[in-house]
């Protein structure tokens, strides 16, 4: 039978509420124990905690019979006042009545398990509590909702209709099937190479939404980058001074543009160095800047086109700064000021639009995390090598597509899920 375990849903610390959540066989006979028997399905009550004689705490309590709960299991929501000695004294009571405390994912673990969602809407969840912007927020939602179950299901649809008519060569060879039944499958096999490669195509903006978008600034030594830098996150981050190559690291910040997750970085001016610690710092932001999905050219007025002009790329913003100090325009690109704001809100404004370009997208990206990559990947080379086997090898061509079958259905958890349920759930917060 499995143990009934318990955990503080709200985060630790003083609040107005805190949310005990507890989940298993048990629920019933806790909730009597604590003097919350009888309670209905679905209905908040306010009731008395109490415990060995002891009152713990005026709470709403709720209970969700099993299998209507987030976990399948019968369930129980313990709204208590939200002080640190109330959330212990009650977590001790539960204790003495032997429940467990809940491990990381626990809850959603056990919701899988359960079948009340696949392995796929259970790592929604945890992108879910995660989100910090609109765009990750939808996401995640589209996700849970069954978005991403639901095309890797139409993949696997395809593929296993693919399939049938491989098998049905193998198996039947002497019954009334017609000649070469397997190559019929080629059709499909091929269109289903096409959806998965586009899907994978599109990984990167999936992942970029989740992850972050990255945008990097470069350029030449007190060219402005570091002042722009603190403009775009709206505080001091990095150190500003006339002395060249003050920066000689990489600084991140996360802030949100246009609805979606950036992860900013200030890099040290390119140029040669005999300094060491200066050229291990130029060495960093040439490895950060080429794995940039954009990155901001940042050019002083009258500047000379050095190092920072033969590493930039076509697609670069360039940003003229010191609009403060030059009258007139320097060039083609974006002309801000750090020091008095001028061109800021239009900068924002191009970087919002570029953001909408390479993430937006009318259909639901099919990767949102590293995993599903993989997976997709392999399913597309098993189905690439069974396509070319048809004709000479249909044995051979089954089980190519059995295995991508098998791939598919590992990203929603329907077969083969054990060895990715540590990998998922390691993730997780305590109470989720």
Known sequence: MTDT?????????????AVIRISGPDTERVLGALGAPGLTHRMASLRTLRHGGV??????????????????????????????????AVASALIALNLRPAEPGEFTRRAFGNGQMD?????????LIDAETTAQTAQALAQLGGALSEAYGGFRRDLLAALALVEAEIDFPDEDVPDNLAMTAGPVLDRLIGDLAAALADAERGQRIRD??????????????????????????????????????????????????????????????????????????????EAADLRLWVRAPGDPEGDAAAFARTDDFTVWTKADLEDGPS??????????????????????????????????????????????????????????????????????????????????????????????????????
């Open 212 to 289: 972050g978008y990255r945008i990097v600034l470069i350029g030449e030594t007190n060219a402005g980058k570091s002042a722009l830098f603190n403009a775009l996150v709206e505080r001091e981050a990095a150190i500003v001074t006339p002395i060249a190559g003050t920066t000689r690291d990489v600084i991140d910040a996360v802030l949100n543009i246009g609805g979606y997750a950036v992860t900013l970085s200030d890099t040290a001016g390119l140029r040669d160095s005999a300094d060491p610690v200066e050229a291990e710092g130029v060495r960093r932001a040439r490895v950060r800047a």
């Open 331 to 432: 060039g083609n690109g974006h002309r801000v000021s750090a020091v008095t704001g001028a061109g800021m809100t239009a900068l924002q404004d191009a970087l919002a639009d570029r953001l909408a370009r390479d993430l937006s997208g009318a259909d639901f990206p099919p990767v949102t995390r590293e995993r599903h990559r993989r997976r997709l990947t392999e399913a597309l080379e098993a189905i690439r090598a069974g396509r070319s086997r048809l004709a000479d090898a249909p044995e051979l061509a089954g089980e190519d597509l059995r295995r991508a079958a098998a791939a598919l259905a590992r990203v929603t958890g329907a077969i083969g899920v054990e060895d990715v349920l540590g990998e998922v759930f390691s993730t997780f917060c305590i109470g989720k």
């Open 55 to 88: 009152v713990l705490d005026q709470a709403l309590v709720l209970r969700f019979a099993r299998p209507h709960s987030y976990t399948g299991e019968d369930c129980a929501e313990l709204h208590l006042h939200g002080g640190r000695a109330v959330v212990e």
């Open 5 to 17: 375990i318990f955990a503080l849903a709200t985060p630790p610390g003083r609040g107005a509420i």
């Open 119 to 127: 392995l796929a809407q259970a790592e929604a969840v945890a992108d």
